[in-house]
C-alpha cells in the first residue's frame, strides 16, 4: 500500500523545535526482526496525540524503545531537548516519560497503596504523600480498595491503578498503551474523560487506542503506523476527511 501524503508538523531543517518529545529516524526491533522503520514522531507540551495503526504495526514497540525496554537500533529519542536514545529505562523515567502498558501489569500479590507507591520510586519519591493523595482524589475507588491486593480487582480498577501509578511519578509525557482494552463501554466513557481531564491540567499524552473515534475526539494530532512506518502525521480533521485514508487504516 503507498504512503499517504500529509503534513508532518515537523520543524524546518535548521530550525529549533518545540517538541517536548522528538523521535527521528527511529529503527528498532526483536532479535534480527525489524519492527521499526524509520518513524518520526513528535509530541509538544500538553497536547494529547493519537498513534494509530492495526494490530502489528509496530505501536508498542514503538511505545517500549521510547521506554528503553526495547533498545533503539538507530535514529534519535529526543525529550525536553535531552537525548534518550541510548538511556536506560530508570533514565527514561526520570527525565519524565512515563508509560502506562498495555495490559496494566499491576502487581497482583501487592495492595493498592504498594502499586501506587512503587510508581514514585524512580521520580517523585519526594512528594509521594501529596501525589498519592491527588492520585486518590483523581480515583475515588482506589481510596476505598487501599487495602486489597490488586490481583482481585476488576479489570477497570486494575486500569485505573496502572494510569495512578504512573501519574505517581509525576510524568511530563504520559504513554498510554490500548488504555480501554477489555473494558465495558460505560468504563470507556469514563477513562476519556480522565484523559480529556488530565490534558486540561495540562498533562501531555501520546494515547495509543484501539477506540479510533473518542481517540481522535480528544487528540490534537494524530499518527498512523502500518508495518512500523508512518504512513499519516498531521490533525484528525485531515484523516476523517479522506476517504481512502480511514478506510485503508482505520477500518472507518
Do not use: C
Not at 200 to 225: F, H, K, P, T
Amino acid at each position: 500500500m503507498s504512503s499517504a501524503p500529509a503534513a508532518s508538523g515537523h520543524a524546518p531543517a535548521g530550525a529549533v523545535s518545540d517538541a517536548l518529545l522528538e523521535v527521528r529516524a527511529l529503527r528498532g526491533g526483536y532479535g534480527r526482526t525489524e519492527v521499526l522503520r524509520g518513524v518520526d514522531l513528535e509530541v509538544r507540551a500538553g497536547e494529547i496525540v493519537a498513534l494509530l495503526g492495526s494490530n502489528g504495526a509496530g505501536k508498542s514497540t514503538l511505545n517500549n524503545t521510547l521506554s528503553a525496554l526495547v533498545p533503539a537500533w538507530s535514529g534519535t529519542i529526543r525529550f525536553d531537548g535531552r537525548d534518550l536514545t541510548r538511556a536506560r529505562a530508570r533514565q527514561v523515567v526520570e527525565a519524565g516519560l512515563v508509560q502506562v502498558p498495555e495490559g496494566r501489569r499491576v502487581f497482583p500479590n501487592l495492595d493498592v497503596r504498594e502499586n501506587l507507591e512503587l510508581g514514585s520510586y524512580a521520580r517523585g519519591r519526594a512528594r509521594r504523600a501529596d501525589n498519592l493523595a491527588r492520585v486518590l482524589d483523581t480515583f475515588p475507588r482506589l481510596r476505598e480498595r487501599l487495602r486489597q491486593k490488586a490481583g482481585t480487582m476488576s479489570g477497570g480498577e486494575q486500569q485505573m491503578l496502572a494510569i495512578g501509578r504512573g501519574l505517581m511519578a509525576e510524568p511530563r509525557l504520559l504513554i498510554l498503551d490500548e488504555p480501554s482494552l477489555g473494558l465495558s463501554p460505560l468504563l470507556v466513557e469514563e477513562l476519556f474523560a480522565l484523559i480529556a481531564r488530565l490534558h486540561r491540567d495540562g498533562l501531555a499524552m501520546l494515547l495509543v487506542e484501539q477506540n479510533v473515534a473518542q481517540s481522535l475526539e480528544i487528540a490534537q494530532r494524530a499518527y498512523v503506523l502500518e508495518n512500523g512506518a508512518v504512513r499519516f502525521a498531521g490533525e484528525p480533521a485531515g484523516l476523517l476527511a479522506s476517504d481512502t485514508l480511514r478506510r485503508a487504516y482505520l477500518g472507518l
